[in-house]
T-cell receptor, first 112, second 111 residues
Framework: DVKVTQSSRYLVKRTGEKVFLECVQD?????MFWYRQDPGLGLRLIYF???????EKGDIPEGYSVSREKKERFSLILESASTNQTSMYLC???????????FGEGSWLTVV | GQQVMQIPQYQHVQEGEDFTTYCNSS?????IQWYKQRPGGHPVFLIQ?????EVKKQKRLTFQFGEAKKNSSLHITATQTTDVGTYFC???????????FGKGTKLSVIP
């Protein structure tokens, strides 16, 4: 079974803090994604990476950055957290030539 | 950019009633996928449709891909309480890495 692991399930951070959300997949997938999910807005793509050290902006990249130094790991960084970044963050991965996306269990971030 | 519209946003049904959710893309898709997210859970892949006019069935679930490859539907026959959750469609444009998700349809089933 494919496993996508998000290290932090629940976080509470203060406004202005730097936040790291880590994601690891164990299936040698080339592509990795970060989405945020908010009620009524569905899943919105923040960034994706189609290979190591490669990244592309998704639909809502403002306020976020990412890092992909190793194939299995994709990190989402909030340089200076703000209250409007309170959300659930979902990491996902897939093979380049496969279409199915495998999601992690999500990280619930609250910024106070 | 590519947009995927999904309706309805919410649907409440009595157990045993049928349920349908619809997706429409602004552009022609290479494939469309459907995911289910249980309350408190994460989206889980259900199925992928690739061919124009394709119809696939999984027990009580029927998935259709339109002839123009711009729309799709998911129909559940005789809903059960285990069907509760949010159903998302996700479309992939030709030559694109990205999947664009619809906003989802949240299904509630009243016992």
């Amino acid at each position: 079974d494919v496993k996508v692991t998000q290290s932090s399930r629940y976080l509470v951070k203060r406004t202005g803090e730097k936040v790291f959300l880590e994601c690891v997949q164990d299936m040698d997938h080339e592509n990795m994604f970060w989405y945020r999910q908010d009620p009524g807005l569905g899943l919105r793509l923040i960034y994706f990476s189609y290979d190591v050290k490669m990244k592309e902006k998704g639909d809502i990249p403002e306020g976020y950055s990412v890092s992909r130094e190793k194939k299995e790991r994709f990190s989402l960084i909030l340089e200076s957290a703000s209250t409007n970044q309170t959300s659930m963050y979902l990491c996902a991965s897939r093979w380049t030539f496969g279409n199915t996306i495998y999601f992690g269990e999500g990280s619930w971030l609250t910024v106070v | 950019g590519q947009q995927v519209m999904q309706i309805p946003q919410y649907q409440h049904v009595q157990e045993g009633e049928d349920f349908t959710t619809y997706c429409n893309s602004s552009t022609t898709l290479s494939n469309i996928q459907w995911y289910k997210q249980r309350p408190g859970g994460h989206p889980v892949f259900l199925i992928q449709l690739v061919k124009s006019g394709e119809v696939k069935k999984q027990k009580r679930l029927t998935f259709q891909f339109g002839e123009a490859k711009k729309n799709s539907s998911l129909h559940i026959t005789a809903t059960q309480t285990t069907d509760v959750g949010t159903y998302f469609c996700a479309g992939q444009g030709a030559g694109s890495y990205q999947l664009t998700f619809g906003k989802g349809t949240k299904l509630s089933v009243i016992p």
